[in-house]
């Protein structure tokens, strides 16, 4: 991470380089019969000298120099002549110079090198805008890099140096067989002081900090500002994370700090390698976890899966995919949650065909879709608008008053003057509804999975819902252009 960096920036305040967001805590460990424990996880190394020397080469600190401009607004505007004139003048600029419009600034970051001529994998915000890319090796040699490629959505740049003979370079691991409590290295250049080692234990696995496709491994190894970037070792020398975030009330190493795998990164720069870019699979639907009240209003016994809320027109539209499916599995893997489907779409092959199951109705069907590229997808929305707006009132169900749209309510809400369904006006804050999220401006457009055209639509449902013994009915809400599924109690239909 840029040393000089001192704002918070990104993902809920927890940043990308590595400031602080006002969090500490404590671990404690009970204890655990010794027999209970591998053999090689009984003792601490006796020394990590000899992995150190061997990995050391490999690592690298990063240099970059970025033009700022400056902010001209801020300097006083003083009529010529006045007396204040030249006391500004030399306030202003000592050196009597005329003020610059920019000036250059530098940062500092790690990094390591993956291939013997000259790859090196880093942070995308280390290297961010940087005009220039130098790199410092462990001998003190120095070559400039030229950027092959970012993803902004991992947080991993990749980089090439060009050098006359073969460079010292680690591999990758796998971060998917590492477990908590065992040792790690991280290496890099803390605060801009140089080559460091610090020595740890991986704390927990597969923690999320807000990103798509987020897989950190959180380690009490010492990682402060200027680590970002660097390798994150296991015992065998193998790259297992890119240090990238730390928690921390102070800016600095609290032991609280957050790695990316390298089961993410490594697809990452196998991609950023060949094309410069990523590549990852679209599906084209928006989904939410089966929480346990969604679960016993479809009839589910386990709160599994990905519930799609939404099918416009995509691959999964044209597989036959439908709002209210549940997806279960995908590519022959089990899909239990939305993270695991994220990013399972993610890592498959683009324009192939791929099974998916899915939940219908209470039965089991498996259709197969042929995967778009989620970057052009993204490329193609972006610019597209929502002008959604308060609707009125008549009717009163679940503690919601509701009105059926009408083409021009539907219009004003940002949808097509077709469009079907019940406008929330006003929600009873000591309902069960109100609880659960439900606001003024929502849409019900669908109850049981069956869409909803009128007050006496949702009636039925509910009655449905009822005589099928269940305790809650499901909805699917749209607010902001944004679909989701609620299950509200059905104690108080009325």
């Known amino acids: 991470m840029p040393s000089n960096a001192m704002s918070l920036t990104r993902r809920n305040k927890i940043t990308r380089s590595m400031t602080a967001i006002g969090l500490a805590g404590t671990l404690a460990f ?10 090689a996880a009984q003792d601490a190394p006796a020394s990590f000298a000899d992995l150190a020397q061997k990995i050391s080469p490999s690592v690298v600190n990063i240099t970059t120099t970025t033009t700022v401009a400056a902010n001209t607004d801020r300097r006083p505007i003083i009529p010529e002549g006045s007396p204040f004139e030249d006391f500004f003048r030399d306030f202003m600029d000592p050196r009597g110079q005329q003020p610059q419009e920019s000036h250059r600034a530098e940062a500092l970051g790690s990094g ?45 740049a990749l980089l090439k140096v060009d050098s006359d003979k073969p460079l010292p370079f680690v591999p990758f691991g796998d971060s ?34 807000q990103g798509t496709y ?34 921390s009330p102070n800016g600095g190493s609290i032991g609280i700090g957050f790695s990316m795998a390298s089961s993410v990164v490594q697809k990452v720069v196998d991609q950023l390698r060949e094309f410069g870019e990523t ?19 479809i009839g589910l016994a386990n709160a599994k899966g990905a519930l799609i809320t939404d099918v416009p027109d995509g691959p999964a539209k044209d597989a036959g995919i439908q709002s209210g499916d549940i997806v279960t599995s995908f590519a022959g893997n089990e899909v239990t949650d939305t993270r695991s489907l994220v990013n399972r779409v993610a890592d498959a092959p683009i324009g192939q065909s791929v099974p998916i199951t899915v939940m219908r109705d209470g039965r089991s069907q498996t259709l197969n879709v042929t995967l778009g590229r989620r970057e052009e997808a993204e490329s193609a929305s972006a610019g597209r608008g929502n002008n959604q707006q308060a609707p ?34 006003r929600v009873d804050e000591m309902a069960d509804a109100f609880s659960k999220g439900l606001r003024s401006g ?5 109850a049981n999975q069956a869409p ?38 059905l104690d108080e239909a009325n």
């Open 30 to 39: 009970g204890a655990l019969p010794m027999a209970t424990l591998p053999a």
């Open 452 to 489: 909803i055209r009128s007050v006496s639509d949702l009636k039925d449902g509910i009655e449905a819902a009822k005589e099928a013994g269940r305790k809650s009915i499901l909805l699917l809400i749209r607010r902001d252009g944004a679909p989701r599924f609620v299950a509200l109690p």
């Open 392 to 425: 009125q009132t008549e009717g009163e169900l679940l503690g919601m008053n509701v009105t059926a749209l009408t083409p021009d309510m539907a219009q004003e809400l940002g949808l097509s003057p077709d469009a079907t369904g019940l406008a929330v006006t």
């Open 176 to 209: 998917d067989r590492m477990r908590v409590g065992d040792w790690v290295l991280a290496m890099g250049n803390p605060l801009g002081q140089g080559f460091s080692v610090s020595s740890g234990i991986v704390s927990a696995r597969n923690r999320a900090l």
């Open 279 to 297: 590549r990852r699979g679209w599906l084209g639907v928006q989904i939410q976890d089966v929480t346990p009240d969604v679960a016993e209003a």
């Open 214 to 247: 987020d897989d950190y491994i959180q380690t009490d190894a010492a990682i402060n500002r200027g680590n970002s970037g660097g390798p994150l070792f296991n015992m065998q020398g193998q790259v297992i994370g890119v240090n990238t975030a730390i928690l």
């Open 112 to 156: 390591f090198v993956i291939s013997e001529d000259g790859y090196i994998v880093t942070n995308n915000h280390v290297i961010e805008n940087a005009d220039d890319i130098q790199i410092e090796f462990f001998s003190g040699e120095k070559l400039t890099a030229k950027l092959i490629g970012t993803d902004t959505s991992t947080d991993i």
């Open 442 to 446: 929502d849409v019900i457009t669908e």
